[in-house]
């Protein structure tokens, strides 16, 4: 069973509108934590957004927020605002497992298939 | 800001030959890892790496894969007989470790070209 799951290959947005990426995931780890990465045509990584799931609170970094709904296990990524240079692939990733011994969780990132955002003028 | 580095950003090389992928990671970091994506698809664990020892691998990662940390600042790949779906980018990421809600800082990735 995929572990993150981003149905959504590719979307389209006008500038300055919101868009929201769609993420799943699966695991059975208490603790866990996931994150939003963009990747532009470049082919870095850049990363966006992290949610705990022990967060209370959904999280945000400036145009970037994370709809964190844990019973449904989706952490859908919102980007308000759109910009041109917001076109480009963006990763949902999970984290688990992989603790030391002070708590702190060093564990693989597992990437969903990715989500193409194209934001026209 | 510290930044992961990696080189060359784009290596071609004859199958079945070795090659070594570099990494320096950000220098007050505890965690290594490498991840590869091939073209189009997406990114996959291979390794992670802490306290000088592999602390988890992936199927991927069999024996013709190895890492290294030779001097303290250098985190490396080596591939020994590539193939050529060894064809893809590779990403060195780094974590700090001291909490839960860190991200691994990525590189800019090594585009490994297997002819």
């Known amino acids: 069973a995929q572990k993150i799951t981003q149905t959504q290959p590719g979307m389209f947005v006008q500038e300055k509108e919101a868009v929201t990426l769609d993420c799943t995931y699966d695991?059975?780890?208490?603790?866990?934590?996931l994150f939003w990465y963009k990747q532009p045509s470049s082919g870095e990584m850049i990363f966006l957004i992290y949610?705990?799931?022990?967060?209370?609170q959904n999280a945000t970094e400036g145009r970037y927020s994370l709809n964190f709904q844990k019973a449904r296990k989706s952490a859908n990524l919102v980007i308000s605002a759109s910009q041109l240079g917001d076109s480009a692939m963006y990763f949902c990733?999970?984290?688990?497992?992989?603790?030391?011994?002070?708590?702190?969780?060093?564990?693989?990132?597992?990437f969903g298939q990715g989500t193409i955002l194209t934001v026209h003028p | 800001e510290p930044e992961v580095t990696q080189t060359p950003s784009h290596q071609v090389t004859q199958m079945g030959q070795e090659v070594i992928l570099r990494c320096v990671p950000i220098?007050?970091?505890?965690?290594f890892y490498w991840y590869r994506q091939i073209l189009g698809q997406k990114v996959e664990f291979l390794v992670s790496?802490?306290?000088?020892?592999?602390?988890?691998k992936s199927e991927i990662f069999d024996d013709q894969f190895s890492v290294e940390r030779p001097d303290g600042s250098n985190f490396t790949l080596k591939i020994r007989s590539t193939k050529l779906e060894d064809s893809a980018m590779y990403f060195c990421?780094?974590?700090?470790?001291?909490?839960?809600?860190?991200?691994?800082?990525f590189g800019d990735g090594t585009r490994l070209s297997i002819l």
């Open positions: 990733a999970m984290r688990e497992g992989g603790r030391n011994a002070g708590g702190t969780s060093y564990g693989k990132l597992t």
């Open positions: 990421a780094s974590l700090r470790g001291e909490r839960g809600n860190q991200p691994q800082h």
């Open positions: 695991t059975s780890d208490p603790s866990y934590g």
């Open positions: 949610q705990g799931s022990y967060d209370q």
């Open positions: 220098s007050n970091h505890l965690y």
């Open positions: 790496f802490y306290n000088n020892e592999i602390s988890e």
